[in-house]
């Protein structure tokens, strides 16, 4: 898709979330939408079905979800009637425990990258291949961790796909000014296993 990322940028600025989302939807092309089931992704699971809740959601469930990420999950598929897609790893995470040793610390790096690779980075590769997006709708954050900070509002991985993130320049605050505003639930205990340390990427936004 060609597109002036920084023209796009410009005009996005100023605008409000939902008018992003609107806009991206508005490009023409084929669009998913992510979420991690994380503490607040009740925000972007609100505002992108609230514009279209046609627009598939990829879940990438590493199947090292805590329960209360799934109970929250699934009131928000049914609440918002989300077209939600899961995609899991090919291997159970009891097996991967037992070959792998176990969750790979901060230190290990090659491990933890291809741990990182099995449980986030080859279910998603499956949901491109299935869905082909030109438009990524996704809500990642500047302040989140330094490699975001390099990033826009708009911008373009290496696969080619447009990422929007409509709320790329909210505060923790303004995130919960929402999350309150429309009586979403939030999960309060979340453990996302490729992180290791706060601030650290996923993989999902760095891979090629």
């Excluded at 609107?22 to 505002?47: C, D, E, K, P």
């Excluded at 929250?72 to 291997?91: C, F, G, H, Q, T």
């Excluded at 980075?121 to 954050?141: C, H, M, Q, S, V």
């Amino acid at each position: 898709m060609d597109l002036d990322l920084d023209s796009a940028n410009a005009a996005l600025r100023n605008a409000s979330p939902q008018e992003v989302v609107r806009w991206a939807l508005n490009l023409g092309g084929t669009a998913i939408a992510t979420t991690s089931m994380g503490r607040n992704a009740a925000l972007m699971l609100h505002l992108v079905s609230s514009e279209d809740p046609s627009v598939p959601t990829i879940w990438v469930d590493t199947g090292y979800n805590l329960r209360d990420t799934y109970v929250v999950a699934e009131r928000l598929i049914r609440d918002l009637d989300l077209n939600m897609k899961v995609y899991s790893p090919l291997m159970t995470s009891e097996r991967r425990n037992a070959i792998m040793g176990g969750i790979p610390t901060v230190d290990e790096t090659e491990r933890h990258q291809e741990f990182t690779r099995q449980v986030k980075l080859e279910p998603f590769e499956r949901a491109l291949n299935d869905f082909k997006p030109d438009i990524w709708l996704t809500g990642i954050r500047r302040e989140e961790t330094e490699h975001r900070k390099t990033l826009d509002i708009v911008s373009r991985d290496a696969r080619g796909i447009i990422k929007v993130a409509p709320i790329f320049y909210w505060s923790e605050d303004q995130v919960a000014e929402y999350m309150a505003a429309f009586e979403l639930p939030s999960c309060k205990h979340y453990f996302d296993p490729t992180k290791v340390l706060d601030g650290r990427e996923c993989g999902l936004h760095t891979a090629a």
